[in-house]
């Protein structure tokens, strides 16, 4: 059973960056592409980034491109999400999700597994 667990949240002011990561155990991430989603107070999780098995093709909605960066370190089996200029529009709940197979997924329901969620609050 594969467990993922994030960490990296917390409370910034827009502006800041903050680094996410994503640590995959009973598994291996290199079979997986990963994603990273998050959920707003009162909204559906979304879509925000994600990445294929290899790490060489990554996507973003659009609201995130230029600002957020997904990655992975097969070696330590991690998953990150690198996150500038971050926007009070940012604060959410973020979940990483892992799916089997090579291909980038942006629905929910493509993905196998999931972690518990980080919080990330950014103040204007």
């Known amino acids: 059973q594969v467990q993922l667990v994030e960490s990296g949240g917390g409370l910034v002011q827009a502006g800041d960056s903050l680094r996410l990561s994503c640590a995959a155990s009973?598994?291996?991430?290199?079979?997986?592409?990963m994603g990273w989603f998050r959920q707003a107070p009162g909204k559906e999780r979304e879509f925000v980034a994600a990445?294929?098995?290899?790490?060489?093709?990554?996507y973003y909605v659009d609201s995130v491109k230029g600002r957020f960066t997904i990655s992975k370190d097969n070696a330590k089996n991690t998953l990150y999400l690198q996150m500038n200029s971050l926007e009070p529009e940012d604060t959410a709940v973020y979940y990483c999700?892992?799916?089997?197979?090579?291909?980038?997924?942006?629905?929910?329901?493509?993905?196998?597994?999931w972690g518990q969620g980080t919080q990330v609050t950014v103040s204007s």
């Open positions: 999700a892992a799916k089997f197979g090579l291909t980038i997924e942006t629905t929910l329901g493509a993905y196998d597994y």
């Open positions: 009973g598994g291996t991430v290199r079979a997986f592409a």
């Open positions: 990445i294929n098995w290899s790490g060489g093709s990554s």
